[in-house]
Structure formats: structure tokens, C-alpha cells
């Protein structure tokens, strides 16, 4: 018996330790009846809202929405009662954009929030920015006074991160000056051979970086950078603390005198990381591409506009594009440094300028594949549809619309596959 009461003990801590939670019961739904979410200018979208509970439309729900264009809606309305659990919408913009219904349910003291945004003509949109007479130049010199100091890499081998196929290292390497590096981590398969490589530049944080090693096990060598000049295998409970002083809100810093303005080393050594990729002896000299997300979808069209070594980019969810379109009262991408900004300050609206993924966008004449979701609340795609109308090279556009600043499976599968077949991986 006592054997017996020990078993059932073990399998009941079995199960308790294979629970896992997963979404919510209460869920709220807002659906648009165009299936690709996109309508011309003048057209009305319409839109029915379910609150359901274990599957099942709620009576009685008690909502807040809110409507109009995206970061300017002008409908309002609070404490709703949906009788049957489900309500109707009707939205529409006579310009080029991107129309916003966001619900919030209150059910049993906590909020539940669904939203649905659909576009208009969005192949039609066109960003405000301004380009400066003196871009070229200005990132040209940058680069060049990057490239007078040596490289100098160091490389530390991560046993712990190695496979039987792939190397794994921490390295850092020079960038702007012999004292600023750049820290990475280095993946590179274990056979002899010359590799494509895949240069991975991060989102906006502090945080350490495991490395691509899945990437570099396909057959390609890898480097994914982080930007502080700061090594990237600490303890976390490190980054939260430079997080929360030395590097708390970095991308604020000096927009009005871009030649001190943070991202200016930042993508110096971006470029740098090309440069080091470029210097490796398992590379094939011929294949290189850049991708990342948010932040790095910004730092992607930087790297891919400023290094023509670059033979492919994949900016997701892209950051840091069309702010000054903010100042036409209209969704400016993050960090929306004129978002209800009456009187900005003019140096500040001139340095941005530097540093406008649109600018750069402008400038990519490799293949490139670009992805976002419509109800992203960080990066609105109206800045992320205006980067990929503006860029000439070729280009494939993936729209994953019900995402938000986040990526579904299939998303990431695609951006994938892509990556790997640009590599002739695939």
C-alpha cells in the first residue's frame, strides 16, 4: 500500500508539473468582412465584435471601444452593455491609412481587450520624412571614421552552447573607437567549407543573446550582435539593472545633434558586424544578408542601405520609421518622438532625419522580404507599409494582419524558409 500511495503521489506532482496555462476563457473578437482586412479609400468596413466565455457568446458584457484612425481615434465609449455578447461596427477613411477598433470587456474585475484594424488603399501610403541634402555623406563619414581602427576580434568558445555541427563564441570586436565593441555571439558549423552568413540585429532592451545556432546548423555562419558595447553572456539581473539606469530610455538620447545621437555607434557597429562577418575565413565572400525586428527590423534597412555586400534583408515589424509624419496628426512609428507633440523642437525634427528607417529604405537595392501585423500598437503599419512602398529593390511583402508587435508560428517559419533560401539553404 505504501508503494501504491508513493506512485500515486509521484504521478499526481507528474501532472501537476505538466500543466500549463494557456490563453484565456474569456476571449474578445473583432472580425472585419473583407477576409485580407483591406479596403479601398471611401469603402465602409464592417466590423462584428463577440465576447465569448468557454467558446460561447457572453450576455451582458460590459465593454469600452474605441474607433477611428490609427493612434487618433475619434469615437470614444465607455461601459457598453452587448445584450447578446456581440455588437456591430461601421469605419471608414477617405485618405490612404489604417482604421482602428479597440474593445476592452470588463468581466469579474479584470479587462480583456480584442481589436481589429483594417487598411485603406495601404499601397497608396507615403511617408512624410525628409531626406537630408548631406544623408549620404553624413553616414559615409561615420563609416569611415569607424573603419580606421582594426577590427581586433577576440573570440571566446562557449562550450556549454556548442553542438556536434555547430561552434558557438562570444566575440567582440572594435567599432567607432579601439575601446567601444561590439559584442556578439558567434555561430559557425563545425565541418571545414565556406558558409553564406546571416547577420541578426536585435530589438529595442538590455538583455544577453543565446546565438543562432539553428541557423548555423543548416549550413550558415551566424552572428547576432548586441548594441550597448556591453558583453552579451551576463546574468540577466545585470541587463535589468543597466536597463533601469545607464540605458533607461538610450533612444531619447541627443536627437537634436545627430553626430552624438546613441544610434550612431549603434549602426556604425552594425556595419562593422559586416565587416568582421566579411574578415572570416569560412565565409563564402558571396552571400550575406541582415534581419531582425522592431529595432532591428530599422537596424536591417540601415545595414542592408549602407553595405552594398548585403545580398538580402528581412526587416519585421520594422521601428524608428516616418516620425515625422506625426506632425500631420498621423501614426508615426516608435519611438513616436512627435506623437501629440504640439511645438517640436526643429533640431530635434532635423536630427530624427538621420535616423529614419524611411531614409535608409530608400536606399536598399538588394531583394528583401518584409513583414508585419496590422494591429501592431507599437509600430503602427502604417510606417511599416510606407517603408516597403518606398523601396525599389525587389521585395516580397508577408502580412500576418491579427498580429501585434509579436510573431505567429507561421510567420516565423516563413521568415525562415526565406533566410535560408536566400542562403541556397533551401
Known amino acids: 500500500?505504501?508503494?501504491?500511495?508513493?506512485?500515486?503521489?509521484?504521478?499526481?506532482?507528474?501532472?501537476?508539473?505538466?500543466?500549463?496555462?494557456?490563453?484565456?476563457?474569456?476571449?474578445?473578437?473583432?472580425?472585419?468582412?473583407?477576409?485580407?482586412?483591406?479596403?479601398?479609400?471611401?469603402?465602409?468596413?464592417?466590423?462584428?465584435?463577440?465576447?465569448?466565455?468557454?467558446?460561447?457568446?457572453?450576455?451582458?458584457?460590459?465593454?469600452?471601444?474605441e474607433a477611428g484612425p490609427v493612434m487618433y481615434p475619434d469615437t470614444q465609449k465607455k461601459n457598453v452593455t452587448l445584450k447578446d455578447g456581440t455588437m456591430k461596427w461601421t469605419g471608414s477613411l477617405k485618405q490612404p491609412g489604417f482604421y482602428r477598433l479597440k474593445v476592452t470587456a470588463h468581466v469579474d474585475g479584470k479587462d480583456y481587450v480584442g481589436l481589429c484594424t483594417a487598411a485603406f488603399s495601404p499601397e497608396q501610403l507615403q511617408p512624410a520624412t525628409k531626406c537630408p541634402a548631406d544623408f549620404d555623406a553624413f553616414w559615409q563619414r561615420a563609416l569611415s571614421e569607424a573603419r580606421q581602427n582594426a577590427l581586433d576580434p577576440h573570440l571566446t568558445l562557449l562550450p556549454d552552447r556548442c553542438t556536434e555541427k555547430v561552434n558557438v563564441y562570444e566575440?567582440?570586436?572594435?567599432?567607432?573607437?579601439?575601446?567601444?565593441?561590439?559584442?556578439?555571439?558567434?555561430?559557425?558549423?563545425?565541418?571545414?567549407?565556406?558558409?553564406?552568413?546571416?547577420?541578426?540585429?536585435?530589438?529595442?532592451?538590455?538583455r544577453p543573446y543565446g546565438g543562432d545556432v539553428w541557423t548555423a546548423s543548416q549550413g550558415a555562419?551566424?552572428?547576432?550582435?548586441?548594441?550597448?558595447?556591453?558583453?552579451?553572456?551576463?546574468?540577466?539581473?545585470?541587463?535589468?539593472?543597466?536597463?533601469?539606469?545607464?540605458?533607461?530610455?538610450?533612444?531619447?538620447?541627443?536627437?537634436?545633434?545627430?553626430?552624438k545621437n546613441f544610434y550612431r555607434r549603434v549602426v556604425q557597429g552594425a556595419v562593422r558586424a559586416v565587416d568582421y562577418i566579411a574578415s572570416l575565413p569560412q565565409w563564402n565572400g558571396r552571400d550575406v544578408g541582415v534581419t531582425g525586428s522592431s529595432q532591428g527590423g530599422f537596424l536591417s534597412l540601415a545595414v542592408a542601405a549602407l553595405d552594398k555586400r548585403i545580398t538580402f534583408v528581412a526587416p519585421v515589424?520594422?521601428?524608428?520609421?516616418?516620425?515625422?509624419?506625426?506632425?500631420?496628426?498621423?501614426?508615426?512609428?516608435?519611438?513616436?518622438?512627435?506623437?501629440?507633440?504640439?511645438?517640436?523642437?526643429?533640431?530635434?525634427?532635423?536630427?530624427?532625419?538621420?535616423?529614419?528607417?524611411?531614409?535608409?529604405?530608400?536606399?536598399i537595392t538588394c531583394p528583401g522580404w518584409y513583414s508585419f501585423g496590422y494591429n501592431d500598437e507599437v509600430v503602427p503599419p502604417s510606417s511599416a507599409y510606407s517603408v516597403y512602398?518606398?523601396?525599389?529593390?525587389?521585395?516580397?511583402?508577408?502580412?500576418?494582419q491579427m498580429t501585434g508587435h509579436f510573431w505567429y508560428q507561421e510567420q516565423w517559419d516563413e521568415w525562415e524558409n526565406w533566410l535560408l533560401q536566400q542562403m541556397h539553404l533551401r
Open 171 to 206: 566575440v567582440n570586436f572594435a567599432n567607432n573607437r579601439p575601446a567601444s565593441r561590439i559584442y556578439g555571439i558567434l555561430c559557425v558549423p563545425v565541418a571545414e567549407g565556406k558558409y553564406p552568413a546571416l547577420l541578426r540585429v536585435p530589438g529595442a532592451g538590455v
Open 389 to 400: 512602398n518606398v523601396v525599389s529593390a525587389p521585395k516580397t511583402l508577408s502580412l500576418y
Open 1 to 65: 500500500m505504501k508503494k501504491f500511495a508513493s506512485l500515486l503521489v509521484l504521478l499526481a506532482l507528474a501532472i501537476t508539473a505538466s500543466a500549463q496555462i494557456r490563453g484565456y476563457n474569456i476571449v474578445v473578437s473583432v472580425t472585419p468582412d473583407h477576409q485580407d482586412w483591406n479596403y479601398r479609400t471611401g469603402e465602409k468596413a464592417q466590423f462584428v465584435v463577440n465576447v465569448r466565455k468557454s467558446g460561447t457568446l457572453l450576455p451582458n458584457a460590459v465593454v469600452d471601444f
Open 221 to 259: 555562419i551566424t552572428l547576432e550582435i548586441g548594441i550597448h558595447g556591453i558583453p552579451v553572456t551576463m546574468p540577466m539581473s545585470v541587463y535589468e539593472n543597466i536597463r533601469e539606469a545607464a540605458l533607461d530610455g538610450y533612444w531619447e538620447s541627443n536627437l537634436d545633434q545627430p553626430e
Open 317 to 363: 515589424h520594422d521601428a524608428m520609421c516616418d516620425y515625422e509624419i506625426a506632425l500631420q496628426q498621423k501614426a508615426c512609428g516608435w519611438p513616436h518622438y512627435f506623437y501629440q507633440v504640439k511645438n517640436p523642437d526643429p533640431k530635434k525634427v532635423e536630427g530624427a532625419r538621420y535616423y529614419d528607417g524611411i531614409n535608409f529604405a530608400r536606399r
